[in-house]
């Protein structure tokens, strides 16, 4: 792993983590939706929050798709869960919500996990498959 | 709606199902695809986008992908995100290593269990 794949690790937790709490702010803002009127849930993304939250929601998915073509998704997953740590923040600090003794607590496990697995190996080695290379080899 | 409510447990396990499909779908086809990095180095970032964008696989997984941020976005707007975002994350992460195991036959060995085992407790003592 090199400095840069950390980054891009860094990327996918932190465009996540925010991306959820600016949907979150913007769908208080739209106030209750039912299922009878589902169709307004398209409306939402012209909400300005819904719409910094698509943004943001796309640069992680640019750099979730970047890791997974170098890592394992069982590697990724919990190398980004940071996010939830930074969820739980913003949600103290930016939507006052509740920070019990509970969710610190589950600050420091999901710490712990994401310190297991980055300490071991990124990718798992599977023996070369006939249809591994085409595309790649397509696209140049 | 209660936060706890048989609704928004429903609510979740939508999203949950969805958004494992979708991660499945999408690591398949980026393992099939191949480093993005070389093949943006070799051919830049518009044959990059044409590698990634041109695989049926990867487009199965951004349609359930989309389905789940829908999901997502219904159930935030019934219930906290501290609930929400936590419940069906760790729900995900459990499905997601079974399925990598099962169907992109990762090696899931004792280290990433534990680190999945972690994860989990901790996201499920967030949503406490």
């Known amino acids: ?140 | 709606m209660t936060s706890g409510s048989g609704a928004t447990w429903a609510m979740i396990a939508s999203i949950v199902v969805t958004a494992t499909a979708g991660d499945v779908l999408t690591a398949s086809a980026m393992r099939k695809i191949g480093d993005l990095d070389i093949i943006r180095a070799r051919s830049g970032l518009p044959g990059a986008i044409r590698a990634v964008v041109g695989s049926g696989r990867f487009l199965a997984g951004v349609l359930c992908m989309a389905i789940s941020f829908f999901a997502l976005l219904f159930a935030l707007n019934h219930a906290d995100l501290s609930l929400i975002a936590p419940a069906s994350a760790s729900l995900t992460f459990v499905s997601n290593a079974f399925a990598a195991k099962l169907f992109l036959k990762e090696n899931v060995d004792r280290r990433r269990v534990l680190a999945a085992v972690c994860v989990c407790i901790g996201v499920a003592l967030l949503a406490h």
């Open chain 1, 1 to 140: 792993m090199t400095f840069r794949r950390y980054l891009v690790l860094a990327m996918v937790t932190l465009t996540a983590s925010l991306g959820d709490t600016f949907l979150s702010v913007g769908a208080r803002q739209l106030g209750p939706i039912s299922l009878a009127h589902v169709g307004q849930l398209f409306h939402a993304i012209f909400n300005p929050w819904i719409a910094g939250g698509i943004v943001l929601l796309i640069g992680f998915f640019a750099s979730y798709l970047t890791a997974l073509s170098w890592a394992d998704l069982t590697y990724v997953l919990p190398a980004s869960s940071l996010g939830y740590v930074v969820i739980a923040l913003l949600s103290k600090f930016w939507l006052h919500e509740q920070l019990s003794l509970y969710r610190w607590l589950g600050i420091a496990f999901i710490t712990a996990g994401v310190g297991f697995v980055t300490r071991g190996p990124a990718l798992t080695e599977h023996p070369a498959s006939p249809e591994t290379a085409p595309e790649a080899e397509a696209a140049q």
